[in-house]
């Protein structure tokens, strides 16, 4: 059974997706610890609820960035978690931090990387006349959302669609895909080596495809 420690800034609607999927057993894994940078955020009680530390490192109460990543991997580490799971964390995290927990540390972005890389990736995809949006799961490494692609889901842009409309199904997508990738990595099929995701023993050039339901 391993360890998860999940970081979010949020409602934590990815954090429940988890929550459950760990639940049902469809996750080799515990929430040991939800931490936020935000206080009194739904996904603090998401927490609570589900039996999890729910810890609050309000970011507005550290002089710099390094000081609050150096407090923040301070409270992962007494979790001694297996992995630590960044599920709508708004944060910038320094060089050092992602460093000392490469190939440990995942994230999702509501965009089908490398296209959109950063924020109001629904409201580019929709400027550029895109045919198709999605989310992507990925190990996180220094470049913000530049690390190695894991697993990726393809959510059709329709005729009439606004961001808020594209958002709901692509925030759905992201609902399947993060448990299955968390799957991957706590019974082990997915590691991390030189760099590149490992899926069954073979590297991954190219994020795999999430089948549609």
């Avoid at 009680?45 to 589900?50: D, G």
């Avoid at 409309?165 to 030189?194: D, I």
Wanted: hydrophobic share 45%; charged share 20%.
């Amino acid at each position: 059974m391993k360890q998860l420690v999940v970081l979010i800034s949020g409602g934590g609607s990815n954090l429940q997706a988890i929550l459950d999927a760990c639940d049902k057993g469809s996750i080799q894994g515990r929430v040991a610890a939800v931490i936020s940078n935000r206080p009194n955020v739904m996904g603090l009680q998401r927490a609570v609820k589900a039996g999890a530390d729910a810890i609050t490192l309000d970011h507005t109460q550290f002089t710099n960035r390094a000081a609050f990543d150096a407090a923040l991997s301070d409270r992962i580490d007494s979790y001694a978690p297996d992995f630590v799971v960044l599920a709508g964390f708004m944060r910038i995290l320094t060089d050092e931090f992602v460093t000392h927990y490469l190939g440990r540390m995942i994230n999702i972005h509501p965009s089908l990387l490398p296209k959109y890389p950063g924020l109001h990736t629904h409201k580019r995809a929709l400027e550029a006349g895109d045919k198709e949006a999605g989310a992507t799961v990925h190990f996180v490494t220094p470049e913000l959302d530049g690390g190695p692609l894991i697993l990726q889901a393809k959510v059709a842009i329709k005729t009439g669609d606004t961001e808020l409309s594209l958002s709901k199904r692509v925030l759905a997508s992201e609902h399947r895909l993060y448990p299955e990738a968390l799957a991957w990595l706590c019974s082990e099929r997915l590691t991390f080596a030189e760099g590149l995701p490992i899926l069954d023993g073979t590297p991954l050039q190219f994020p795999k495809l999430l089948p549609d339901t």
